[in-house]
């Protein structure tokens, strides 16, 4: 993967975590949903068919969702 790539993707995840966050905070989507879409996502690229760099480019995309999900990273902040 390119640096250009990993900066994108570090980006990506970045600001669809500040998304959550602040849909969360406005009262618009409850943790429980956060976690669900998040448990989604994981699953699509659990679910993906293959070999070679791409499908392990989706593991790892996964394992990383499912580590976000344990660490309940977009739930512990506290209500407004």
Request: glycine share 8%; aromatic share 0%; net charge negative.
């Amino acid at each position: 993967m390119s640096s250009t790539s990993g900066a994108a993707g570090l980006a990506a995840l970045s600001i669809c975590e500040s998304l959550l966050l602040a849909l969360t905070d406005r009262g618009l989507l409850p943790g429980h949903e956060v976690a669900g879409v998040l448990r989604d996502a994981a699953a699509t690229h659990e679910n993906t068919q293959g070999a070679g760099p791409e499908a392990e480019m989706h593991r790892a995309a996964a394992a990383l969702i499912n580590t976000i999900i344990a660490a309940e990273t977009p739930l512990r902040r506290p209500s407004p």
